[in-house]
């Protein structure tokens, strides 16, 4: 009846598990949420915000490469807390959707950049930054921190939110301040759902994303990896199956294992128990 976040550790020659461990997310106002708004790993610490912040508490752990706890303490908010990443000073990135004026009458989305702290286990707001067109319901999905840049995947959707949104991949500076930004267009009636984002060492972008032709029902789906240079230049675009497939792999985490290599992660919908891996080589 208690939820909690799992950590599981295994070989990776093997797969054999060297420990799995759950640390339950229960905070002071007995409140449970398994909800993983946050998470960054370096030092050897993984640093997990779980809950999504706001009116409700989060709660924040850190574990070290062991699995054991060093420290757990309840978050007060006053912020949502969406996706989230840890900077080396100890404060974080949060990226998500927010509706810039609230208080017009009309609910739209931008996207959203905010850059706050976690000081004495209360919430504090450093930054919140907008972009895109006011109405024209933007999203943020996915995004890296690398080279002291914000690397963001996301939706554009224009000037009036009833067009069929764009992807909208953007690189900014620790300031907010956008460096580049690539909308590439869309299809009618595809509705598109940012998965991943990866850079690798040479600095080129790795965008996965689960796209879906929904006319009127979910007719087909397939995925696609896009690679970009280091300035946003579209270099080519994979996809996973043709047009009215009935394949329906829906897919979660990219890995690139060689030059031009990938592994993608997905899971077959729909279906219970159906955990899928594509090994794929693309030819530039």
């Not at 879906?212 to 979910?218: A, F, K, Q, S, V």
């Amino acid at each position: 009846d208690q939820k909690s976040t799992i950590i599981t550790k295994l070989n990776p020659t093997n797969g054999n598990f060297i420990w799995q461990k759950e640390y339950p997310v229960l905070d002071l106002n007995g409140m449970q949420s398994n909800y993983i708004s946050g998470y960054s790993y370096e030092n050897n610490t993984f640093k997990i915000i779980t809950g999504n912040g706001h009116i409700y508490d989060a709660e924040e752990l850190f574990v070290d490469n062991n699995g054991n706890i060093i420290s757990q303490k309840t978050i007060k908010t006053n912020n949502w807390i969406n996706n989230a990443k840890y900077l080396s000073d100890g404060n974080i990135i949060n990226v998500f959707k927010g509706d810039k004026i609230p208080e017009n009458g009309s609910v739209t989305y931008e996207g959203m950049i905010n850059k706050m702290n976690l000081n004495n286990g209360i919430q504090n707001t450093i930054w919140t930054k907008y972009y895109g067109d006011l109405g024209g319901d933007d999203s943020f999905e996915n995004f890296l921190i690398k080279d002291n840049n914000i690397f963001v995947q996301g939706f554009y959707g224009g000037t009036s939110g009833f067009t069929d949104p764009q992807k909208w991949i953007l690189k900014f500076d620790m300031n907010g301040e956008i460096l580049w930004q690539n909308k590439q267009p869309s299809r009618k009636d595809f509705i598109y759902q940012g998965r991943d984002i990866k850079i690798n060492g040479n600095n080129e972008l790795f965008c996965l994303m689960h796209e879906i032709y929904y006319p009127n029902y979910n007719a087909y789906d397939y995925t696609t990896l896009t690679k970009f240079d280091n300035n946003g230049n579209l270099i080519w675009t994979w996809k996973s199956a043709d047009d009215f497939n009935n394949e329906r792999f829906s897919s979660n985490k990219v890995f690139e294992t060689n030059k031009n290599e990938f592994m993608i992660t997905g899971w077959k919908s729909p279906g219970v128990g159906s955990i899928w891996i594509k090994k794929i080589k693309v030819n530039e």
